[in-house]
């Protein structure tokens, strides 16, 4: 389980990952000089350069909906559990012409497709990742329409990208300081007292 910084912490360690691994040349051919942005919404908004390079937006969360964990109500002193995650990212090529487009995509994708986990030494610090944590980044199929949608509400114009999502975030709750939730109110019960 991590921190808050883990949201970031996932999006910037796989571009770390991504840069990290890219190769100059491959198969004896020279490859486009590429770079590597995690992006906001607002990065978005405006002018792109038209530089090659690979971006990747987070334009979802969700509460991973097998990391649920029920709490029962009535026994104050269980842990509160912790949230899990889902990641949905947009990996995009930019540049200004095809071959430095998809040679980029497709490279990007064959490394997330044969290297999908990242473990706690690939992950970036911050986060304060248990050393047995495990992400896994697995493509998710978006319909096209759900893609013009995102696409429509982003400035520029649609740009060649596919979905991924990271899963399972577990991110730790906080810590109140004590064993037990502070007591708010009490019961109490009448009777008749046997005499």
């Known amino acids: 389980m991590a921190n808050v910084f883990a949201v970031h912490s996932v ?84 540049a200004s012409n095809p071959l430095d487009e998809q040679v980029t995509i497709a490279w990007a994708m064959r490394q997330l497709h ?4 990242l ?15 495990v992400i896994q980044v697995i493509p998710a199929e978006l319909s096209t329409e759900d893609v013009m949608r995102i696409w429509d509400a982003l400035d520029p114009a649609y740009r060649l990208s596919v979905s991924y999502v990271a899963r399972l975030v577990r991110l730790d709750p906080d810590d109140a300081g004590g064993d037990s939730l502070p007591v708010v109110a009490r019961r109490f019960a009448y009777g008749h007292e046997d005499t």
């Open 11 to 94: 999006g910037s360690s796989i571009m770390t990952f991504l840069r990290n691994t890219y190769p100059a040349n491959l198969d004896g051919r020279p490859m486009p000089a590429c770079g590597f942005e995690l992006v906001s919404s607002g990065q978005l908004a405006g002018d792109i350069e038209e530089t090659t390079h690979l971006s990747l937006y987070l334009y979802r969360l969700t509460v991973n909906e097998h990391g649920r964990p029920l709490r029962r109500p009535a026994a104050p002193n269980d842990a509160p559990a912790p949230l899990g995650l889902d990641l949905h990212y947009l990996l995009t090529a930019w």
């Open 114 to 117: 044969q290297f999908p986990v």
């Open 119 to 133: 473990d706690a030494s690939s992950l970036s610090p911050e986060a304060g990742w248990d050393s047995d944590e």
